[in-house]
T-cell receptor, first 118, second 114 residues
Framework: KAGVTQTPRYLIKTRGQQVTLSCSPI?????VSWYQQTPGQGLQFLFE???????NKGNFPGRFSGRQFSNSRSEMNVSTLELGDSALYLC?????????????????FGQGTRLTVV | KQEVTQIPAALSVPEGENLVLNCSFT??????LQWFRQDPGKGLTSLLL?????REQTSGRLNASLDKSSGRSTLYIAASQPGDSATYLC?????????????FGGGTRLMVKP
Protein backbone atom coordinates (compact mmCIF):
# COMPACT_ATOMS: atom_id res chain seq x y z
CA LYS A 1 0.00 0.00 0.00
CA ALA A 2 1.53 3.30 -1.06
CA GLY A 3 2.17 5.88 1.64
CA VAL A 4 1.47 9.59 1.65
CA THR A 5 3.07 11.27 -1.35
CA GLN A 6 4.01 14.92 -1.40
CA THR A 7 5.23 16.82 -4.44
CA PRO A 8 7.50 18.51 -5.08
CA ARG A 9 10.10 17.57 -2.47
CA TYR A 10 12.00 20.84 -2.79
CA LEU A 11 11.05 24.32 -3.96
CA ILE A 12 12.86 27.62 -4.16
CA LYS A 13 10.70 30.69 -4.64
CA THR A 14 11.17 34.45 -4.57
CA ARG A 15 9.40 36.77 -2.14
CA GLY A 16 6.03 37.87 -3.46
CA GLN A 17 5.50 34.77 -5.59
CA GLN A 18 2.90 32.13 -4.89
CA VAL A 19 3.35 28.39 -4.56
CA THR A 20 1.15 25.28 -4.70
CA LEU A 21 2.06 22.06 -2.88
CA SER A 22 0.39 18.72 -3.50
CA CYS A 23 -0.43 15.78 -1.26
CA SER A 24 -1.81 12.37 -2.23
CA PRO A 25 -3.07 10.51 0.85
CA ILE A 26 -3.03 6.80 1.49
CA UNK A 27 -5.67 5.09 -0.61
CA UNK A 28 -9.00 5.12 1.22
CA UNK A 29 -8.07 7.92 3.62
CA UNK A 30 -10.45 10.86 3.53
CA UNK A 31 -8.82 13.19 6.07
CA VAL A 32 -5.83 15.26 4.98
CA SER A 33 -4.07 17.70 7.31
CA TRP A 34 -1.25 20.15 6.62
CA TYR A 35 1.48 21.25 9.05
CA GLN A 36 4.31 23.74 8.90
CA GLN A 37 7.60 22.85 10.59
CA THR A 38 10.24 25.46 11.38
CA PRO A 39 13.21 25.35 13.77
CA GLY A 40 11.76 28.18 15.86
CA GLN A 41 8.08 27.22 16.06
CA GLY A 42 8.20 23.45 15.66
CA LEU A 43 5.23 21.73 14.06
CA GLN A 44 2.14 23.90 13.67
CA PHE A 45 -1.25 22.89 12.30
CA LEU A 46 -2.37 24.71 9.17
CA PHE A 47 -5.69 23.12 8.22
CA GLU A 48 -7.56 19.87 7.75
CA UNK A 49 -9.80 18.67 4.96
CA UNK A 50 -12.30 15.85 5.18
CA UNK A 51 -14.42 14.81 2.21
CA UNK A 52 -13.56 18.02 0.34
CA UNK A 53 -14.56 20.29 3.25
CA UNK A 54 -12.23 22.28 5.45
CA UNK A 55 -12.98 21.08 8.94
CA ASN A 56 -10.31 22.83 11.00
CA LYS A 57 -8.01 25.76 10.50
CA GLY A 58 -4.96 26.81 12.46
CA ASN A 59 -3.78 30.29 13.29
CA PHE A 60 -2.21 31.27 9.97
CA PRO A 61 -2.89 34.29 7.75
CA GLY A 62 -5.29 34.11 4.84
CA ARG A 63 -2.34 33.81 2.45
CA PHE A 64 -2.36 30.14 3.33
CA SER A 65 -5.21 28.24 1.73
CA GLY A 66 -6.01 24.73 0.66
CA ARG A 67 -8.48 22.48 -1.02
CA GLN A 68 -9.29 18.83 -1.37
CA PHE A 69 -10.49 17.03 -4.46
CA SER A 70 -13.04 14.25 -4.80
CA ASN A 71 -10.24 11.66 -4.90
CA SER A 72 -8.99 13.01 -1.50
CA ARG A 73 -5.84 14.53 -2.99
CA SER A 74 -5.14 17.90 -1.45
CA GLU A 75 -3.29 21.03 -2.40
CA MET A 76 -2.17 23.93 -0.32
CA ASN A 77 -1.39 27.34 -1.71
CA VAL A 78 0.66 30.16 -0.26
CA SER A 79 0.32 33.54 -1.93
CA THR A 80 2.60 36.57 -1.65
CA LEU A 81 5.43 34.55 -0.18
CA GLU A 82 7.49 35.99 2.68
CA LEU A 83 10.94 34.95 3.88
CA GLY A 84 9.33 33.59 7.06
CA ASP A 85 7.34 31.07 5.01
CA SER A 86 10.51 29.06 4.49
CA ALA A 87 9.77 25.75 6.17
CA LEU A 88 9.15 22.05 5.78
CA TYR A 89 5.49 21.56 4.90
CA LEU A 90 4.11 18.20 5.95
CA CYS A 91 0.91 16.49 4.94
CA UNK A 92 -0.79 13.80 7.01
CA UNK A 93 -3.58 11.45 6.06
CA UNK A 94 -5.91 9.54 8.34
CA UNK A 95 -8.56 6.91 7.81
CA UNK A 96 -11.08 8.44 10.17
CA UNK A 97 -14.50 7.32 9.05
CA UNK A 98 -16.55 9.85 10.98
CA UNK A 99 -16.62 12.17 13.97
CA UNK A 100 -16.95 9.29 16.40
CA UNK A 101 -13.80 7.49 15.29
CA UNK A 102 -11.18 9.95 16.46
CA UNK A 103 -9.98 7.74 19.30
CA UNK A 104 -8.79 5.17 16.75
CA UNK A 105 -7.48 7.70 14.26
CA UNK A 106 -3.81 7.51 13.44
CA UNK A 107 -1.97 10.06 11.30
CA UNK A 108 0.52 9.02 8.61
CA PHE A 109 2.85 11.65 7.26
CA GLY A 110 4.51 12.21 3.91
CA GLN A 111 8.17 13.13 3.39
CA GLY A 112 7.34 16.81 3.20
CA THR A 113 8.05 19.67 0.82
CA ARG A 114 11.01 21.85 1.72
CA LEU A 115 10.13 25.42 0.67
CA THR A 116 12.84 28.05 0.61
CA VAL A 117 11.85 31.66 -0.01
CA VAL A 118 14.66 33.96 -1.14
CA LYS B 1 -5.14 25.99 25.04
CA GLN B 2 -3.41 22.62 24.92
CA GLU B 3 0.35 22.74 25.43
CA VAL B 4 2.61 19.75 24.90
CA THR B 5 6.11 19.68 26.39
CA GLN B 6 8.93 17.20 25.83
CA ILE B 7 11.86 16.90 28.18
CA PRO B 8 14.75 16.64 27.63
CA ALA B 9 15.18 18.54 24.37
CA ALA B 10 18.29 16.50 23.59
CA LEU B 11 19.76 13.28 24.89
CA SER B 12 22.98 11.43 24.18
CA VAL B 13 23.44 7.84 25.37
CA PRO B 14 25.86 4.97 24.68
CA GLU B 15 24.64 2.07 22.60
CA GLY B 16 22.80 -0.63 24.55
CA GLU B 17 21.35 1.67 27.17
CA ASN B 18 17.65 1.67 28.01
CA LEU B 19 16.12 5.13 27.93
CA VAL B 20 12.91 7.02 28.61
CA LEU B 21 11.57 10.03 26.74
CA ASN B 22 8.96 12.20 28.42
CA CYS B 23 5.90 14.01 27.10
CA SER B 24 3.47 16.10 29.13
CA PHE B 25 0.25 17.84 28.11
CA THR B 26 -1.91 20.37 29.91
CA UNK B 27 -5.43 19.30 28.91
CA UNK B 28 -6.34 15.71 29.74
CA UNK B 29 -9.37 15.70 27.41
CA UNK B 30 -7.52 13.97 24.58
CA UNK B 31 -8.71 11.32 22.15
CA UNK B 32 -5.31 9.72 21.78
CA LEU B 33 -1.58 10.32 21.76
CA GLN B 34 0.88 9.41 19.05
CA TRP B 35 4.65 9.04 19.14
CA PHE B 36 6.61 9.79 15.99
CA ARG B 37 10.18 9.55 14.83
CA GLN B 38 11.72 12.10 12.47
CA ASP B 39 15.08 11.73 10.73
CA PRO B 40 16.82 14.95 9.62
CA GLY B 41 15.01 16.63 6.75
CA LYS B 42 12.46 13.83 6.50
CA GLY B 43 8.82 13.33 7.30
CA LEU B 44 7.37 11.77 10.44
CA THR B 45 7.15 8.03 10.97
CA SER B 46 4.39 6.87 13.30
CA LEU B 47 5.76 4.65 16.08
CA LEU B 48 2.88 4.07 18.47
CA LEU B 49 -0.69 5.22 18.98
CA UNK B 50 -2.27 5.09 22.45
CA UNK B 51 -5.99 5.65 22.76
CA UNK B 52 -7.16 7.70 25.74
CA UNK B 53 -8.67 4.58 27.33
CA UNK B 54 -5.40 2.63 27.11
CA ARG B 55 -2.46 2.62 29.51
CA GLU B 56 0.31 1.40 27.21
CA GLN B 57 1.25 0.12 23.78
CA THR B 58 4.25 -1.92 22.70
CA SER B 59 6.03 -2.39 19.41
CA GLY B 60 9.28 -4.31 19.39
CA ARG B 61 11.80 -2.49 21.58
CA LEU B 62 9.42 0.43 22.09
CA ASN B 63 6.88 0.79 24.87
CA ALA B 64 4.69 3.85 25.32
CA SER B 65 2.63 4.55 28.41
CA LEU B 66 -0.15 7.05 29.01
CA ASP B 67 -1.39 8.55 32.26
CA LYS B 68 -4.18 10.82 31.10
CA SER B 69 -5.13 12.08 34.54
CA SER B 70 -1.65 13.45 35.17
CA GLY B 71 -1.14 14.55 31.56
CA ARG B 72 1.94 12.43 30.95
CA SER B 73 3.25 9.89 28.48
CA THR B 74 6.59 8.14 28.29
CA LEU B 75 8.34 6.36 25.45
CA TYR B 76 10.67 3.62 26.63
CA ILE B 77 13.36 2.41 24.22
CA ALA B 78 15.09 -0.81 25.22
CA ALA B 79 18.66 -1.69 24.25
CA SER B 80 19.21 1.46 22.19
CA GLN B 81 21.08 1.26 18.86
CA PRO B 82 22.82 3.91 16.73
CA GLY B 83 19.98 3.53 14.22
CA ASP B 84 17.60 4.88 16.88
CA SER B 85 19.27 8.30 16.56
CA ALA B 86 16.54 10.72 15.47
CA THR B 87 14.12 13.28 16.85
CA TYR B 88 11.16 11.82 18.71
CA LEU B 89 7.93 13.76 18.80
CA CYS B 90 4.74 13.22 20.74
CA UNK B 91 1.40 14.63 19.66
CA UNK B 92 -2.08 14.66 21.16
CA UNK B 93 -5.37 14.59 19.30
CA UNK B 94 -8.00 16.87 20.80
CA UNK B 95 -11.76 17.12 20.52
CA UNK B 96 -11.89 20.09 18.17
CA UNK B 97 -15.00 20.55 16.08
CA UNK B 98 -14.94 16.77 15.53
CA UNK B 99 -11.87 17.41 13.44
CA UNK B 100 -8.56 15.68 13.20
CA UNK B 101 -5.85 17.97 14.49
CA UNK B 102 -2.63 17.13 16.32
CA UNK B 103 -0.82 19.33 18.80
CA PHE B 104 2.89 18.53 18.91
CA GLY B 105 5.60 18.79 21.51
CA GLY B 106 8.94 20.31 20.61
CA GLY B 107 10.62 16.92 20.33
CA THR B 108 13.59 15.15 21.92
CA ARG B 109 16.70 14.83 19.77
CA LEU B 110 18.29 11.46 20.55
CA MET B 111 21.85 10.50 19.75
CA VAL B 112 22.95 6.90 20.39
CA LYS B 113 26.72 6.57 20.27
CA PRO B 114 28.36 3.31 19.11
Amino acid sequence: KAGVTQTPRYLIKTRGQQVTLSCSPISGHRSVSWYQQTPGQGLQFLFEYFSETQRNKGNFPGRFSGRQFSNSRSEMNVSTLELGDSALYLCASSSQLGAGDLMNTEAFFGQGTRLTVV
Amino acid sequence: KQEVTQIPAALSVPEGENLVLNCSFTDSAIYNLQWFRQDPGKGLTSLLLIQSSQREQTSGRLNASLDKSSGRSTLYIAASQPGDSATYLCAVRLPNNAGNMLTFGGGTRLMVKP
